[in-house]
């Protein structure tokens, strides 16, 4: 609605030709409130948090972002912090191998903090440029989640303080304004930096998150548009609300 009404505005102020002449109105609008939040900068040495609901594309995401900055020539490590989900440091092996690049892990069931500590310290020994932190997704009990996140966050910011910690969530394009809640949600508990859109090469347009950035102030970093790990980009205003119309 706030669009809705800004784009009357212009619209009574301007001389309205035609619809192309609204569409481009509207468009620029758009990216106006798509640009609204700073561009997050990563970088070195740092830790990303990758948070997020299951199913929305986690692990797929992590092993994506540890291939863009392996293409970066950064040394880059991930860490299986998501210790409950059956098989998930398996899943995150096979992503870390495609991308070519170390991975931490405990066994199934392990305190994901002494796990993100053991990845922690490796990292200093090694001089890691990246480190790409799994978490679980439990929302279902998210109370104990939230307090797990706060723990890790908390781990993080006390072993490795000199590094820049930025925490991720990835949000998937058909979801809806469900997002919101989500976002809600982990932005509470960690204070979030970044968004990752995954899923964009469906029918998804995820229109939503131009809500998201208005209401949050939180970038959109990177979008997934495709299953193959060379399958992620950062994200374009222009561009994602040209594919909108």
């Known amino acids: 609605m ?25 468009k620029s609008i758009l990216i106006s409130k798509a640009e609204n939040a700073d561009d997050l900068q990563i970088d070195s040495p740092a830790v990303i948090m990758v948070v997020g609901v299951n199913g929305v594309g986690k692990t797929t995401t992590i092993g994506k972002l540890a291939k863009y900055f392996s293409n970066q020539n950064k040394s880059v490590t991930v860490v299986a912090g998501d210790t409950f989900r059956a098989a998930a440091s398996e899943q995150l092996s096979v992503w870390a191998d495609r991308a070519n690049v170390r991975i931490i892990k405990h066994a199934e069931g392990a305190d994901p903090s002494a796990v993100v500590y053991d990845a922690i310290m490796s990292a200093k020994a090694k001089n890691t440029d990246v480190l790409i932190v799994d978490t679980a997704g439990r929302l279902h009990v998210k109370a104990n989640l939230m307090e797990e996140l706060k723990k890790t966050a908390r781990v993080v910011s006390r072993e490795f303080p000199t590094a820049n910690f930025y925490k991720l969530i990835v949000l998937d394009a058909t979801t809806g304004q469900n997002a919101m809640q989500q976002v809600e949600f982990f932005d509470d508990a960690i204070t979030l930096d970044g968004i990752v859109l995954t899923k964009l090469d469906g029918t998804a347009k995820g229109g939503f998150v131009i809500s998201l950035i208005d209401e949050y102030g939180i970038p959109v970093s990177f979008v997934g548009v495709g299953e193959k790990i060379d399958d992620l980009e950062e994200f374009n205003a222009k561009e994602f609300v040209s594919s909108i119309f």
């Not at 309205?16 to 569409?23: A, G, L, P, R, S």
């Open 2 to 26: 706030d669009i809705v009404d800004e784009l009357r505005e212009e619209m009574i102020e301007g001389s309205v030709k035609d619809k192309n002449f609204v569409v481009e109105k509207l």
